[in-house]
């Protein structure tokens, strides 16, 4: 990962040079316009999600690209499946306010031939403690302890203190007679009319389209030029 360290870095080249300045290490958000890549096929990778500070905030777009605000000493980290995690601070040395940025990512692949398949710990528990089948005369003392137990509590409510069981039961009357031709109110279910304004909108509409990633702007020859670094890259290496 620490490969991918160094080369996320040395390709955040400023796109403003007019507003560089020499020395300038504070300020407010940067703007990262960048394109993530397979570091072997070179080809763009739509769809990488990108956590910033571990929070998710956006994905590629079609073409690999995003763009993005951050902040001096913020992490940014990109996933896709097949591939390793690639992540990186933004250094509070960046001067400047806008940057391209190229991110190549590794493939992160297992041969067929390194995967082990093994019982699970659970079944090799119980195969070996696997109990004797039960016999008739098992069967039926489970049940009859089984209807013992059941009578045993519905039987509870009935004992007890005779006025304490006779004011419940009046408190139960009083409650039927009120209720008498109407709802129970252990039965009643809230309504707001506020509900119907959403449900309504959901029929018509349908649910809300899945947020677009935020459009890099790029041209082909920021694109070009972040790729050509990259191959001088790794040529000196």
């Known amino acids: 990962m620490k490969k991918g360290w160094l080369i ?3 390709f955040l080249l400023p796109l403003t040079p007019g507003l560089c300045q020499v020395g300038e290490t ?25 956590f910033l500070n571990r929070s998710f905030i956006a994905v590629t777009g079609e073409e690999g690209t995003f763009s993005l605000r951050v902040n001096r000493r913020d992490t940014l980290e990109f996933r896709l499946l097949g591939y390793q995690n690639a992540s990186f601070q933004v250094s509070d040395s960046l001067s400047g306010s806008e940057f391209m940025v190229g991110i ?4 992160d692949t297992i041969a067929i031939e390194e995967v082990v398949i093994i019982p699970r710990l659970e079944n090799l528990k119980y195969d070996i ?9 098992m069967q039926n003392a489970r049940y009859n ?24 039961i009046h408190q139960r009357n009083l409650r039927n007679a009120s209720e008498k031709g109407t709802i129970p109110s252990d039965a009643m279910v809230g309504l707001s009319p506020f509900m119907l304004v959403g449900v309504a909108y959901l029929l018509i509409n349908g649910l809300p389209p899945k947020p677009e990633p935020f459009k890099s702007s790029l041209t082909r020859e920021e694109l070009d030029q972040i790729h050509r670094n990259y191959l001088e890259k790794l040529r000196k290496e």
């Open 26 to 50: 504070t300020g407010g958000t940067l703007v990262f316009n960048g394109i993530v890549r397979d570091e072997s096929t070179f080809l763009p990778l739509p769809e990488a999600q990108i």
């Open 104 to 107: 190549y990512m590794q493939t």
């Open 129 to 137: 403690y696997k109990p004797p089948p039960t016999t008739t005369e």
């Open 8 to 10: 996320i870095l040395s």
């Open 145 to 168: 302890m089984a209807v013992s137990a059941y009578q045993g509590r519905m039987g509870i409510g009935k004992l007890g203190d005779p006025e304490s069981n006779y004011a419940m």
